[in-house]
């Protein structure tokens, strides 16, 4: 069992810029040989996936965020990190990191404009 949790998130203007992190309180070996995700979900909608990073450091990103967000990983501190930059109204949401069948608490991220 993994447990995650969320922080970084919080209010920002548009253009502005957070880094959200994931840690992990479990052993290093489930957590540095999984891919780890980033979803989303905005009021009154579907959870949608963000980004994603494998164990070997391979990313991929949702079309909405390509170019803006940047997922990495320090496995030594057992975390994930999501820094997003150019912010934009729509990425208002509640922001989730998952790893296996486990999902974090999420963490409030507020765009204004």
């Known amino acids: 069992q993994v447990q995650l949790v969320e922080s970084g998130g919080g209010l920002v203007q548009a253009g502005g810029s957070l880094r959200l992190s994931c840690t992990a309180t479990?052993?290093?070996?489930?957590?540095?040989?999984?891919?780890v995700n980033w979803y989303r979900q905005a009021p009154g909608k579907q959870r949608e996936f963000v980004a994603t990073?494998?164990?070997?450091?391979?990313?991929n990103y949702a079309d909405s965020v390509k170019g803006r967000f940047t997922i990495s990983r320090d496995n030594a501190k057992n975390t994930v990190y999501l820094q997003m930059n150019s912010l934009k109204p729509e990425d208002t949401a509640v922001y989730y990191c998952?790893?296996?069948?486990?999902w974090g608490q999420g963490t409030q991220v507020t765009v204004s404009s």
């Open positions: 998952q790893v296996l069948f486990s």
């Open positions: 990073i494998t164990r070997g450091g391979t990313t």
């Open positions: 479990a052993t290093e070996s489930i957590f540095s040989n999984n891919a």
